[in-house]
């Protein structure tokens, strides 16, 4: 199959088509209208075959997590998701895998409202890059630079359940079906959190999205922010899989080093709170408050109800995560 063959049979004429859209797939460029008195927010991100996912992955599950990573840096910035490019590299043309591929792809593009407006593909070890734009008012966008001292710091969703899916399929970890069912469809089919993101735009100080593990991306806010974090362990959302699962000294490194679960963190300034209360119970979006800003210069501080808690001198390993 050629290239434009298969560009036209999987990617062209599907999905959603946007009126924000003048020209999409099929010319040297794509053509769109970006709002008046909007900014565009535009991020990339490279998914490798044995770098960043198992051989094993299903093709719907990779389509899905590969857009979906993009779309949670720009909830991270609280834009609203609009367009996306995708270059693909396959080993070989494998017409059953391609089409599982763009249907998981499809699906969350569908979900969020997002066209696919342009694509390339070449031949060569399994990679897949997307650049996803979005827009967002302009001068609103979340940055990790405007955190407060006082502000207090927020998660949405429980942390950990994507780690916990990883070493469970690596080291065998014994888990419930049940539960092992729920951690790997947060792994293969993480939920960007968009729409809390354009719903504290306005509210919070400074956003960004857990990729690297609470810890290494909360660090990216505090030294963009010069500020330092008072993080109450025992606060940290978990799910139901992961408190069945492992004790809680156990999961401390999936919830606080781990990543790949794609929540936000942000800080809110405490005249905010009720605002945003109000605002995230309109919306169904779950959000916890795990700590708060203090001052200084990039320093994460752990406590374990009120005590000091140093995470590494429990003898826990830094969990240097190897890339999956
Ligand atoms: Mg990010």
Redesign the pocket.
């Known amino acids: 199959m050629k290239e434009f063959e298969l560009i036209n049979r999987y990617f062209k004429g599907r999905g959603i088509s946007r009126r924000d859209v003048n020209l999409g797939i099929g010319d040297d460029c794509a053509l769109v209208t970006v709002p008046q008195n909007c900014q565009l927010a535009v ?1 990339t991100d490279t998914l490798v075959e044995g770098v960043h996912f198992f051989e094993d992955i299903s093709p719907r599950a990779l389509g899905h997590r590969a857009l979906a990573v993009n779309l ?2 720009l909830a ?1 910035m609280g834009a609203e998701p609009t367009w996306v490019s995708v270059a693909l590299t396959l080993p070989t043309i494998d017409s059953q895998w391609i089409a599982e591929f763009t249907e998981g792809m499809h699906e969350i593009a569908e979900y969020f409202n997002v066209q696919i407006i342009g694509g390339d593909t070449t031949q060569g070890p399994l990679t897949i890059t997307i650049c996803a734009k979005g827009t967002v008012p302009e001068g609103k966008a979340l940055r990790r630079s405007g955190a407060k001292v006082g502000d207090w710091i927020y998660v949405t969703g429980p942390l950990g359940d994507a780690g916990l899916a990883i070493e469970a399929r690596k080291q065998g970890i014994n888990i419930d079906p049940t539960h092992l069912e729920y951690l790997n469809n947060r792994f293969d089919y993480p939920t960007p959190r968009v729409a809390a993101g354009q719903v504290i735009r306005g509210l919070a100080t400074s956003a ?2 857990v ?1 690297d593990g609470l810890l290494a ?1 909360l660090t990216h806010i505090l030294e963009m922010s010069q500020v330092n974090a008072e993080i109450n362990v025992e606060s940290i959302p978990t799910s139901e899989a992961m408190k069945a699962s492992l004790d809680f000294n156990k999961q401390l490194p999936f919830i606080l080093s781990y990543g790949d679960d794609y929540e936000l963190i942000f800080t809110v300034p405490d005249n905010n709170k009720g605002m945003l209360d109000l605002k995230l119970s309109q919306y169904g979006v779950d959000i916890t408050c795990i700590g708060q800003i203090k001052s200084g210069n990039g320093k994460i501080e752990l406590l374990q109800n009120g005590e000091m808690f140093n995470f590494e001198q429990q003898g826990f390993e830094h969990f240097t995560k190897e890339q999956v």
Request: a negative charge.
């Open positions: 991020t949670s840096d991270a960004i999205d990729s991306d």
